[in-house]
């Protein structure tokens, strides 16, 4: 259970749940960039992470554009009284990706404001993040539009 690590959160902590928190999303290699307020960028390796014809998993692909909205909720808002969960995601793959992939993320001032807001009036609040997928050559492979959603503990 995940708890522990959601109650006494640090940056330290925050990486490793993003990288670790998730067997499989382990099992990939999943590596945090950049993770601060706001602000995410993740890698996922290509090795290991190649299908049949010696190209990027789909899964992979939807992986590291998915993880994004949680380990954004991590650096961004109240950890302590609220959680991340994906409401939908539109992924178009766009070419294959034949190399390690990136992505980044992130949340205006106003649009932080905003969820925070609705977090105290009501409990809950949606946030949509448009993602591009890019390979090491700043090829857009996948691109992405996400809504989540920070909810209060139970």
Not at 57 to 79: K, M, N, S
Not at 82 to 93: A, E, G, N, Q
Not at 132 to 137: G, I, L, P, S, W
Request: with cysteine.
């Amino acid at each position: 259970m995940l708890e522990p690590v959601w109650q006494q959160l640090d940056p330290k902590n925050a990486r490793h749940l993003v990288e670790a928190g998730i067997p499989c999303v382990k099992r990939m290699g999943l590596k945090v960039i950049v993770m601060e307020p706001r602000r995410v960028e993740l890698l996922m390796p290509l090795k290991g992470n190649e299908n049949h014809i010696g190209i990027m998993y789909a899964g992979a692909l939807f992986a590291v554009a998915e993880i994004p909205g949680g380990a954004l909720h991590l650096t961004t808002f109240d950890v302590s009284r609220y959680v991340p969960v994906i409401k939908h995601m539109d992924i178009r793959f766009r070419r294959p990706a034949v190399t390690d992939v990136t992505i980044a993320v992130e949340l205006s001032q106003e649009e932080v404001d905003r969820v925070n807001r609705e977090l105290e009036a009501q409990g809950k609040s949606d946030f949509v993040l448009h993602g591009e997928v890019k390979d090491t050559a700043g090829n857009v492979v996948a691109v992405t539009v996400a809504t989540y959603q920070a909810r209060r503990m139970a």
